[in-house]
């Protein structure tokens, strides 16, 4: 077959260096279009305080002695930190041996106001990184200070205040800066508040008290030490299930470069390695710039779902689904090796992206220890990172010889490569998992069907737009995957939930009886038709009219079997769902909307509402 290639190669070879050209392109643009796409979507997040996660490592409120207070009468409050399990933050000031970054508070104030920070209570031995121990707080503690008010009896302000601290677990650190905020009145007269008394009852020990079993003093670690932390962590990164699926991508790229000339893949590996260093410097700059945790775009419920679009259309591609370039095939030896350092360059990148939820040993302290350095130092010890990881395939870059020790390709490599597809299919479902921490309901349920489009995409490319099929068939072939792959993107995109109150009988007639208007939902989740209505609640211009309306929603969930919702079906004339009605204050009996929703019937059912 190679032979037939071959000739068919010198046969044709404008046709053989068009296709070749076209194929070229066509896998620029995607990896243009993926890390743009990444970049993005990280820079996206950069404007939010929280991320989007079940619980957040560190949490803080405010608490006031008084909820109404006198203008140039100071009053005490404090700012209760609570740290999850295994967490801890380190106290105002760090001990010369303790190598971390002091707390701090940011107040935002009306202005006139004064803040005056009291003594913190005593930090203690904390759980650090690598099984050492360090100094700090833990659990629940509550930071003192002094405000004095101004203003004039009757205002009503907020106060707020952010925490900038640097949490750490015993494997991994990473800034937080959590916000919180109360609310005041300003009276002539103080009036305590009596729900956060306990906060301010009892003396507090002062930050100069003595530290109760002050960790043994170690021996400061050199920058240098931890430079070598990282590289190891980045090298261990290697084999963690995160990066390993990867791997196997370039275990294939290998075996194939196995045997060629020794300048061939002395540049594959620095450009493998070069596409590992551009991706830490654009992450690890980003996390220096703007005090982000390390990982930060994989809190993104948007990033995530492109992973898991990006890895099931390359492991499709793996199974054999469909060929990425089968029109390259035969075309020049030095076309082909640009196509292939592109390859390498792109996998760099790949394996820092997927490698950033990891935290391999080492690893840790190293990163806690970056994001407290000045910026170029950062990029250097994130830098030493990567080059961890990329020294596998750097040692073969610089020593050829090892690479010829490698099989030789062959016929086994097309049952190693679709056995590789199972790692990426992991990858997948690990990726998919991640998304229901932070997406749950109908928005979980579309980014899952368009995960099947996108697949019936590439299976529709893999069947049709082949070379010996018609033109005609391949321009409509082209054109039904890329419609399949960007309906999948567009009905999968994770969006935010629309927040509804728990249905019950007795809410529903408290709120009637407040002359709140009350729309219901009877719903279920194994419901087709219920989950394609829910998708007008999406629409802006109706979002605006229910919040115009103050019109209460709630949902009764008939996933499960409740007596309660089965009579109030029965009380409608219904026995299914789904059924939305709206109860029009002043009315007695609700308007029952059609079984099929759109915005405008929802719409004219809600502009009956007369809004006082």
Same mark, same amino acid.
């Given at each position: 077959?190679?032979?037939?290639?071959?000739?068919?190669?010198?046969?044709?070879?404008?046709?053989?260096?068009?296709?070749?050209?076209?194929?070229?392109?066509?896998?620029?643009?995607?990896?243009?279009?993926?890390?743009?796409?990444?970049?993005?979507?990280?820079?996206?997040?950069?404007?939010?305080?929280?991320?989007?996660?079940?619980?957040?490592?560190?949490?803080?409120?405010? =608490?006031?002695?008084?909820?109404?207070?006198?203008?140039?009468?100071?009053?005490?409050?404090?700012?209760?930190?609570?740290?999850?399990?295994?967490?801890?933050?380190?106290?105002?000031?760090?001990?010369?041996?303790?190598?971390?970054?002091?707390?701090?508070?940011?107040?935002?104030?009306? +202005?006139?106001?004064?803040?005056?920070?009291?003594?913190?209570?005593?930090?203690?031995?904390?759980?650090?990184?690598?099984? %050492?121990?360090?100094?700090?707080?833990?659990?629940?503690?509550?930071?003192?200070?002094?405000?004095?008010?101004?203003?004039?009896?009757?205002?009503?302000?907020?106060?707020?205040?952010?925490?900038?601290?640097?949490?750490?677990?015993?494997?991994?650190?990473?800034?937080?800066?959590?916000?919180?905020?109360?609310?005041?009145?300003?009276?002539?007269?103080?009036?305590?508040?009596?729900?956060?008394?306990?906060?301010?009852?009892?003396?507090?020990?002062?930050?100069?008290?003595?530290?109760?079993?002050?960790?043994?003093?170690?021996?400061?670690?050199?920058?240098?030490?931890?430079?070598?932390?990282?590289?190891?962590?980045?090298?261990?990164?290697?084999?963690?299930?995160?990066?390993?699926?990867? =791997?196997?991508?370039?275990?294939?790229?290998?075996?194939?470069?196995?045997?060629?000339?020794?300048?061939?893949?002395?540049?594959?590996?620095?450009?493998?390695?070069?596409?590992?260093?551009?991706?830490?410097?654009?992450?690890?700059?980003?996390?220096?710039?703007?005090?982000?945790?390390?990982?930060?775009?994989?809190?993104?419920?948007?990033?995530?779902?492109?992973?898991?679009?990006?890895?099931?259309?390359?492991?499709?591609?793996?199974?054999?689904?469909?060929?990425?370039?089968?029109?390259?095939?035969?075309?020049?030896?030095?076309?082909?090796?640009?196509?292939?350092?592109?390859?390498?360059?792109?996998?760099?990148?790949?394996?820092?992206?997927?490698? $950033?939820?990891?935290?391999?040993?080492?690893?840790?302290?190293?990163?806690?220890?970056?994001?407290?350095?000045?910026?170029?130092?950062?990029?250097?010890?994130?830098?030493?990172?990567?080059?961890?990881?990329?020294?596998?395939?750097?040692?073969?870059?610089?020593?050829?010889?090892?690479?010829?020790?490698?099989?030789?390709?062959?016929?086994?490599?097309?049952?190693?490569?679709?056995?590789?597809?199972?790692?990426?299919?992991?990858?997948?479902?690990?990726?998919?998992?991640?998304? $229901?921490?932070?997406?749950?309901?109908?928005?979980?349920?579309?980014?899952?069907?368009?995960?099947?489009?996108? &697949?019936?995409?590439?299976?529709?490319?893999?069947?049709?737009?082949?070379?010996?099929?018609?033109?005609?068939?391949?321009?409509?072939?082209?054109?039904?995957?890329?419609?399949?792959?960007?309906?999948?993107?567009?009905?999968?995109?994770?969006? %935010?939930?629309?927040?509804?109150?728990?249905?019950?009988?007795?809410?529903?007639? +408290?709120?009637?009886?407040?002359?709140?208007?009350?729309?219901?939902?009877?719903?279920?989740?194994?419901?087709?038709?219920?989950?394609?209505? %829910?998708?007008?609640?999406?629409?802006?211009?109706?979002? %605006?009219?229910?919040?115009?309306?103050?019109?209460?929603?709630?949902?009764?969930?008939?996933?499960? +079997?409740?007596?309660?919702?089965?009579?109030?079906?029965?009380?409608?004339?219904?026995?299914?769902?789904?059924?939305?009605?709206?109860?029009?204050?002043?009315?007695?009996?609700?308007?029952?909307?059609?079984?099929?929703?759109?915005?405008?019937?929802?719409? &004219?059912?809600?502009?009956?509402?007369?809004?006082?």
């Amino acid at each position: 077959m190679l032979d037939k290639l071959g000739k068919k190669r010198t046969e044709y070879p404008a046709r053989a260096l068009f296709l070749t050209l076209k194929t070229f392109m066509r896998t620029a643009f995607l990896i243009l279009t993926f890390w743009g796409a990444c970049v993005t979507t990280g820079l996206a997040q950069l404007d939010l305080v929280t991320p989007v996660l079940k619980s957040a490592p560190v949490s803080i409120s405010l =608490l006031s002695e008084v909820k109404t207070a006198v203008p140039g009468q100071a009053f005490q409050v404090a700012v209760r930190v609570t740290h999850q399990e295994h967490w801890h933050t380190y106290g105002k000031t760090l001990p010369p041996e303790v190598i971390g970054k002091p707390t701090k508070l940011r107040w935002t104030l009306p +202005e006139g106001w004064s803040v005056e920070e009291l003594p913190w209570p005593a930090t203690h031995e904390v759980e650090s990184t690598d099984g %050492k121990k360090s100094v700090g707080y833990d659990g629940t503690v509550d930071l003192p200070a002094k405000i004095t008010p101004a203003g004039k009896p009757g205002d009503e302000v907020q106060l707020s205040v952010m925490l900038d601290a640097l949490a750490c677990d015993p494997s991994n650190c990473q800034p937080v800066k959590p916000v919180a905020s109360l609310k005041l009145s300003l009276g002539m007269t103080a009036v305590p508040d009596v729900a956060s008394a306990e906060a301010f009852t009892s003396a507090k020990p002062s930050a100069t008290s003595p530290v109760p079993a002050k960790p043994k003093a170690e021996p400061e670690r050199s920058f240098a030490g931890y430079l070598l932390f990282a590289f190891i962590g980045g090298l261990i990164l290697n084999i963690m299930p995160c990066v390993f699926p990867v =791997l196997g991508i370039k275990v294939l790229s290998v075996v194939q470069q196995a045997g060629e000339d020794k300048k061939h893949v002395f540049m594959h590996g620095l450009i493998y390695t070069l596409g590992i260093l551009v991706c830490f410097w654009a992450l690890g700059g980003l996390v220096v710039a703007f005090g982000k945790a390390w990982g930060f775009q994989l809190q993104s419920p948007g990033f995530v779902f492109a992973l898991c679009a990006f890895f099931m259309i390359f492991s499709l591609s793996m199974a054999g689904v469909f060929e990425i370039g089968a029109s390259a095939v035969g075309v020049g030896q030095g076309l082909q090796a640009q196509e292939g350092l592109t390859g390498s360059f792109f996998s760099g990148l790949l394996a820092v992206v997927v490698a $950033t939820p990891c935290s391999a040993p080492f690893l840790g302290s190293a990163l806690g220890y970056a994001v407290t350095l000045p910026a170029l130092q950062a990029l250097v010890m994130f830098s030493m990172i990567g080059l961890g990881l990329a020294s596998p395939f750097l040692l073969m870059a610089l020593f050829p010889a090892l690479v010829s020790a490698l099989p030789r390709p062959g016929a086994w490599m097309e049952s190693f490569k679709q056995g590789l597809s199972f790692l990426l299919f992991g990858t997948v479902g690990f990726l998919l998992w991640v998304l $229901t921490g932070m997406v749950q309901g109908q928005p979980l349920l579309f980014s899952m069907l368009g995960l099947v489009l996108i &697949a019936m995409g590439c299976w529709i490319y893999g069947r049709w737009c082949l070379p010996h099929k018609k033109a005609r068939t391949r321009q409509v072939s082209l054109l039904l995957a890329l419609l399949s792959v960007a309906g999948g993107l567009w009905a999968g995109w994770p969006m %935010k939930e629309d927040k509804w109150a728990e249905w019950s009988p007795e809410k529903v007639a +408290e709120l009637r009886a407040a002359g709140v208007p009350v729309y219901i939902d009877y719903t279920a989740q194994w419901c087709v038709t219920c989950q394609v209505n %829910k998708r007008i609640y999406k629409n802006e211009a109706l979002k %605006k009219l229910i919040a115009d309306k103050k019109v209460a929603l709630l949902k009764a969930d008939w996933t499960n +079997e409740d007596p309660r919702i089965t009579q109030a079906l029965s009380d409608l004339g219904k026995a299914a769902v789904p059924v939305n009605v709206l109860y029009v204050p002043g009315r007695d009996e609700p308007v029952v909307l059609p079984e099929l929703l759109s915005v405008e019937n929802v719409s &004219a059912a809600l502009n009956q509402i007369d809004v006082k």
